[in-house]
């Protein structure tokens, strides 16, 4: 694998307490994407999780950004809380239907979020995999998939997304597991032990711990590294002081 690109990001881009830490005071919120993706080089949209999108939101979003911008994309609650994954065909042909391939080159990973009491069923998850596509209108698709249970630590997990270049989210999280594996040709975090009484987010050690992982990362491929949960107040200063750690060309 080359030596591929960092782009670190928070989830979404509307939230009130931003304003004035994050946007400047009365800053017009129809603007706040664009500015966020001026600071950035990636954001998750998580809107994406509860309902479809309207195919003029995926043309808006796509020219409110620069290019070298991308979005992730956190793929439907329908598709991933079914009982039996391998029978959600229906539910991801519809979530591919909403018109993501408007983002053209900005559209970056499919991040499948699984709950936290879900195990690791082989057959279920070979057929759920197989149902992922690999690209779009002819734009090549990455998927990152997040499992939230332990027994995803499983070699015929591992395997399953080998197969088909599939990343395994890498989490920094109090309530779910960290489950290691180098399983695609791109890495995706998501950081989620922020805290508000730390203006930065995390501390300075973490922060530069972090910055020492993604250099590492970039060293087998892109890598997509999201502020996303925790103190959500302090996601945009914690990703923009690792940016700046690793000293990132945005464009």
């Known amino acids: 694998m080359s030596e591929g690109r960092i782009r670190i990001g928070i989830g979404g881009w509307t939230y009130p307490p931003w304003r004035g830490t994050f946007y400047p005071e009365k800053f017009p919120q129809a603007?706040?994407?664009?500015?966020a993706a001026s600071k950035l080089g990636a954001i998750e949209i998580n809107a994406t999780f509860y309902s479809r999108q309207s195919p003029k939101s995926w043309e808006k979003w796509g020219n409110s950004v620069p290019d070298g911008f991308q979005f992730a994309i956190k793929g439907s609650r329908y598709c991933v809380m079914k009982s039996k994954l391998a029978e959600g065909t229906e539910g991801i042909a519809n979530f591919f239907a909403q018109g993501l391939a408007a983002l053209g080159p900005k559209l970056g990973p499919i991040m499948w979020q699984f709950t936290h009491y879900r195990r690791f069923d082989r057959d279920d998850i070979a057929g759920f995999i197989d149902l992922l596509p690999s690209e779009l209108d002819g734009i090549r698709l990455r998927h990152a998939i997040e499992p939230r249970h332990r027994s995803f630590e499983d070699d015929k997990f591992f395997d399953l997304c080998k197969a088909r270049n599939i990343a395994i989210v890498h989490e920094d999280s109090d309530d779910y597991p960290l489950i290691e594996a180098d399983t695609a040709d791109f890495t995706y975090a998501r950081l989620q032990?922020?805290?508000?009484?730390?203006?930065?987010g995390y501390d300075a050690n973490s922060l530069d711990s972090f910055a020492t992982k993604a250099k590492k990362w970039r060293?087998?491929?892109?890598?997509?590294?999201?502020m996303i949960n925790g103190a959500k107040v302090r996601a945009p200063a914690a990703a923009l002081g690792l940016q700046d750690r690793l000293e990132l060309n945005l464009r």
Request: aromatic share 14%.
């Open 31 to 35: 603007n706040e994407l664009e500015y």
């Open 193 to 200: 032990r922020m805290s508000e009484e730390v203006p930065s």
């Open 219 to 226: 060293a087998r491929g892109d890598a997509y590294i999201f």
